[in-house]
């Protein structure tokens, strides 16, 4: 759907509201989106106005247009990431994907930061400001089971070591290569239970569920907070054995690790270069830190910037993606070997998701640790997980890589 411009504006109220508790139970089990770190984000509810695209930047321009057309009335006026906001899913590769991005106008958003909460309501006319009820009951899956679902492990292991040939030859530098998996149940899934579970899980997470995707992911490709630019890069990647694992140790492993540290640099320079023409100042540490989540440990580095107030948190998502850490350097080679050798299509996995607001703030995460439910076949959700390979990469250690990058979304449904 697309707006009228020239006989249509919306009207967007936003009022202070008392803490609403866990903002998840507002969920329904359609047209509903979330975006929760550590029990603050948002929720949305219903839509006014949606885009289907192919492009980041073309959503970017929709949006620009629509929250032109946009009258606010606020009791929180310039209170970060309040207000009308858009909510979205882009494709990994629209060249090759057969998915399409979206850009959700919702009617209703419910939010909580920093200990202040807010409903904002968005329609062409005058709306009720009473609190929604919380949703319907949220249903757990029954008889879940995974089934096959893209290469054997066999099968991905020789593209894996493929790869890694190509990589010594210098074709390429890394290259991020996927797997995924299919879980079915006997009734339709129901989304908020997965993602419920997730947030229990997985607080340090962004998770996330908008049209049909939902997950847990540790990687914020852009955040754009009034002029101030964050991007956190994740890349170089040790298995967990909770319980069994020394953490001293396993920290010292993968900062000593000479494997992960190049990864990680390519994934670090691939957003530094792609910041660099937005931002007129940047901080970029000299060394990673370690990001330790219940499955895995990460290399992190948290990239800072000061950007112009006009280039949107949405224009930085695009010209960010596909970023290093799940595609690959040089970008256009290894998307092309991924296109070649991978035979899967990732669909909206690894792509931007997230939100931007009608002044151009907001967050973008990448699609990972997560899965995609159709809403033609609503009893199955496809995973997936993926590793970077480099160099020194270990087939049989790439594959156990993304086993472990399975797990939270086999937890969440029940599988682990």
């Given at each position: ?59 970017d321009v929709w949006w620009d247009e629509v929250s032109a057309h946009i009258d606010h009335d606020s009791e929180l006026p310039g209170s970060w990431g ?335």
């Amino acid at each position: 759907m697309s707006l009228d411009f020239t006989t249509k504006r919306l009207r967007a109220s936003t009022v202070a509201i008392d803490d609403p508790g866990d903002l998840s139970r507002f969920l329904t089990p359609e047209r509903s989106t979330a975006f929760l770190r550590h029990g603050e984000g948002i929720v949305t509810l219903g839509e006014v106005a949606r885009f289907d695209t192919d492009y980041a930047d073309a959503a970017d321009v929709w949006w620009d247009e629509v929250s032109a057309h946009i009258d606010h009335d606020s009791e929180l006026p310039g209170s970060w990431g309040t207000g009308p906001l858009a909510v979205g899913s882009f494709a990994f590769d629209p060249e090759s994907s057969r998915a399409r991005s979206v850009l959700i106008v919702p009617h209703t958003i419910l939010g909580r930061r920093a200990g202040q909460s807010w409903m904002t309501r968005i329609s062409e006319g005058r709306c009720s400001l009473e609190l929604p009820k919380p949703g319907e009951p949220v249903t757990q899956p029954d008889g879940i089971k995974l089934l096959p679902d893209g290469l054997p492990d066999d099968e991905w292991l020789k593209v894996v070591a493929e790869v890694v040939e190509r990589i010594r030859s210098q074709q390429v530098h890394k290259v991020v290569l996927a797997r995924s998996l299919r879980a079915r149940a006997i009734q339709p899934i129901d989304p908020r239970h997965v993602l419920r579970r997730l947030l229990a899980a997985y607080p340090m997470a962004w998770s996330y569920l908008v049209d049909g995707m939902i997950g847990a992911t540790p990687e914020l490709l852009v955040r754009r907070q009034h002029t101030l630019v964050t991007s956190r890069v994740l890349a170089g990647t040790l298995s967990i054995n909770p319980g069994h694992s020394d953490p001293l140790a396993l920290t010292q492993q993968l900062t000593g690790s000479r494997k992960d540290i190049l990864e990680h640099e390519f994934a670090v320079a691939s957003v530094t270069d792609a910041l660099e023409p937005y931002c007129a100042a940047m901080n970029v540490p000299d060394s990673p830190s370690v990001l330790t989540l219940p499955n895995v440990m990460h290399l992190a580095t948290d990239i800072t910037g000061v950007t112009d107030p006009e280039t949107s948190a949405l224009a930085l998502a695009a010209a960010l993606h596909p970023s290093a850490a799940v595609c690959g350097t040089p970008t256009f080679e290894a998307g092309e070997m991924i296109a070649e050798l991978e035979s899967l299509d990732r669909g909206r996995y690894a792509g931007p998701i997230g939100w931007v607001d009608s002044n151009g703030d907001g967050e973008w995460a990448i699609a990972l640790r997560g899965g995609h439910i159709k809403p033609a076949q609503p009893d199955e959700i496809r995973l997936f997980a993926g590793a970077g390979i480099v160099a020194d990469s270990v087939p049989a250690a790439e594959l156990a890589e993304t086993e472990a990058k399975f797990v939270p979304m086999l937890q969440a449904l029940g599988l682990r």
